[in-house]
């Protein structure tokens, strides 16, 4: 099936542990994303890239990391110096049409 | 700047009747409008788009939106709710400058049987 793949569902991170989500797509888009999704919340874009190589911040790109080095693949590395890191991260990519495809989701929780 | 709102934070509405979710959105070109269905602990599925053509924009699950360009709104309807619409819908508009969508904060929409 084609579509996008996060991992793990799950998360807990200690205190002062960077941790990496996964996220997989197999749809040929360039562009991918990771929002951010606070209970009850909207989303707010973390990170975003239009092309292998290449990313650009969001609007709350503070203690998150990126890599784009394969168009399948865009992991998000939430680092210790992220202070609220729990929340339910959602990555995405977008066809040339702009329409946007999300992922299942990961829940990050800070132990 | 391109933006997106959505007035109600939940809409409540009984099972058969119709339901309307509203969206307003302010851009400086031609506008490019999405909605998009959250279930509970799932991603966001998308559900219709308007770029260009027919103000009335037919999408999944039997529900369509009205693009009105004199009062910038774009309101996701059903003409018959089901209990199983309850869920968050989310409505986005494309930035002209980045492409990014930008989303408003949602509404809950609860239909009861």
């Known amino acids: 099936d084609g579509g996008i793949t996060q991992s793990p569902k799950y998360l807990f991170r200690k205190e002062g542990q960077n941790v990496t989500l996964s996220c997989e797509q197999n749809l040929n888009h360039d562009a991918m994303y990771w929002y951010r999704q606070d209970p009850g919340q909207g989303l707010r874009l973390i990170y975003y890239s239009q092309i292998v190589n290449d990313f650009q911040k969001g609007d709350i790109a503070e203690g998150y990391s990126v890599s784009r080095e394969k168009k399948e693949s865009f992991p998000l590395t939430v680092t210790s110096a992220q202070k609220n890191p729990t929340a339910f991260y959602l990555c995405a990519s977008s066809d040339p049409g702009n329409t946007i495809y999300f992922g299942e989701g990961s829940w990050l929780t800070v132990v | 700047a391109q933006s997106v709102a959505q007035p109600e934070d939940q809409v409540n509405v009984a099972e058969g009747n119709p339901l309307t979710v509203k969206c307003t959105y302010s851009?400086?070109?031609?506008?490019?409008l999405f909605w998009y269905v959250q279930y509970p602990n799932r991603g966001l599925q998308f559900l219709l788009k308007?770029?260009?053509?027919?103000?009335l924009v037919k999408g999944s699950y039997g529900f369509e939106a009205e693009f009105n360009k004199s009062q910038t709104s774009f309101h996701l309807k059903k003409p018959s709710a089901l209990v199983s619409d309850s869920a968050l819908y989310f409505c986005a508009v494309r930035d002209d400058s980045s492409y990014k969508l930008i989303f408003g904060s949602g509404t809950r929409l609860l239909v009861r049987p």
């Open positions: 851009v400086s070109g031609n506008p490019y």
């Open positions: 308007y770029i260009t053509g027919d103000n």
